[in-house]
């Protein structure tokens, strides 16, 4: 019944901007912790950045410079707004849902930074 959607993946070149959707339905969507992670082949999914339902967020520090994530609990939504895109930040982009201990995730959409 959980179900995330995300969108906005394709291919940039290096130090150029994308912006991430995440669409999000079953849930109370105020209520759950969102957060994007990304995964390249051979490597294990990473944690990226993460938005509570109080408002706090989390990035880790090889993005936290560069990226920014928000909210918009009206639309069931969260973003990511990546900018100065590297190759290394080329992965498929996962948006995850947590609430206690439920977790879900979505099937994920993939940037392709080019050098």
């Known amino acids: 019944q959980v179900h995330l959607a995300e969108s906005g993946g394709g291919l940039v070149q290096s130090g150029g901007s994308l912006r991430l959707s995440c669409a999000a339905s079953?849930?109370?969507?105020?209520?759950?912790?969102m957060a994007w992670l990304r995964q390249s082949p051979g490597k294990e999914r990473e944690f990226v950045a993460r938005a509570r339902e109080n408002g706090t967020t989390d990035f880790s520090d090889s993005v936290k410079a560069r990226f920014t994530i928000s909210r918009d609990n009206a639309k069931k939504t969260v973003y990511l707004q990546m900018n100065n895109l590297k190759p290394e930040d080329t992965a498929v982009y996962y948006c995850?849902?947590?609430?206690?201990?439920?977790?879900?995730w979505g099937q994920g959409t993939q940037v392709t930074v080019s050098s």
């Open positions: 079953g849930l109370t969507f105020d209520l759950w912790d």
């Open positions: 995850s849902a947590k609430f206690g201990r439920y977790e879900y």
